[in-house]
T-cell receptor
Framework: AQSVTQLGSHVSVSEGALVLLRCNYS??????LFWYVQYPNQGLQLLLK??????LVKGINGFEAEFKKSETSFHLTKPSAHMSDAAEYFC???????????FGQGTELSVKP | EAGVVQSPRYKIIEKKQPVAFWCNPI?????LYWYLQNLGQGPELLIR????????DSQLPKDRFSAERLKGVDSTLKIQPAELGDSAVYLC?????????????FGPGTRLTVL
């Protein structure tokens, strides 16, 4: 069965520091992978997605993620954190069951001034 | 372009009462999803529609939950009767097509509190 695991339910960084949010997936077939961001009392907004092709995916707001099949990982990074990046981030995978997405537990990102 | 619209945004009810949530997807989007998001968790799919057909409702608790998308556009999710454990955020999403790579666009959700 497909599953998505996010390591760390809460990550805290200083403003200007590197952001690294970890996501690992399990799948018997090449997956499609997504990162979504959720601000308080709002719905999920797509940051980026990997389908096929280039394994380094660039998204909005300076975020990027690299698909590493050998490590079954799709970690999200941003070189320099902004206060406005504070939010909940969800990694999700799909591909085995049509449009069904499997979400990770989420990682809350805090940014300290 | 308008996003996915959901109403109400917040709902507080007593247990055993019925409740309904409404969703209007992005215009032209054929696929509509209802997700359940418990506090501190990721969303979990309840039901997926392609046009007016429910193509995946395996996670919908059919004893108390029902959904419809009669004209293949907007949709309603109903709970009757509500239980304390149903307190959660109910998210609606839509996508242009139904493929696994298609981006799903989410509404703001309805936060349900059952007392």
């Amino acid at each position: 069965a497909q599953s998505v695991t996010q390591l760390g339910s809460h990550v805290s960084v200083s403003e200007g520091a590197l952001v690294l949010l970890r996501c690992n997936y399990s799948s018997s077939v090449p997956p499609y992978l997504f990162w979504y961001v959720q601000y308080p009392n709002q719905g999920l907004q797509l940051l980026l997605k990997y389908t096929t092709g280039a394994t380094l995916v660039k998204g909005i707001n300076g975020f990027e993620a690299e698909f590493k099949k050998s490590e079954t990982s799709f970690h999200l990074t941003k070189p320099s954190a902004h206060m406005s990046d504070a939010a909940e981030y969800f990694c999700a995978g799909g591909g085995n069951q049509g449009g069904k997405l499997i979400f990770g537990q989420g990682t809350e990102l805090s940014v300290k001034p | 372009e308008a996003g996915v619209v959901q109403s109400p945004r917040y709902k507080i009810i007593e247990k055993k009462q019925p409740v309904a949530f409404w969703c209007n997807p992005i215009s032209g989007h054929n696929t509509l999803y209802w997700y359940l998001q418990n506090l501190g968790q990721g969303p979990e799919l309840l039901i997926r529609y392609e046009n007016e057909e429910a193509v995946d409702d395996s996670q919908l608790p059919k004893d108390r939950f029902s959904a419809e998308r009669l004209k293949g556009v907007d949709s309603t999710l109903k709970i009757q009767p509500a239980e304390l454990g149903d307190s959660a955020v109910y998210l609606c999403a839509s996508s242009l097509l139904s493929g696994a790579a298609d981006t799903q666009y989410f509404g703001p959700g309805t936060r349900l509190t059952v007392l």
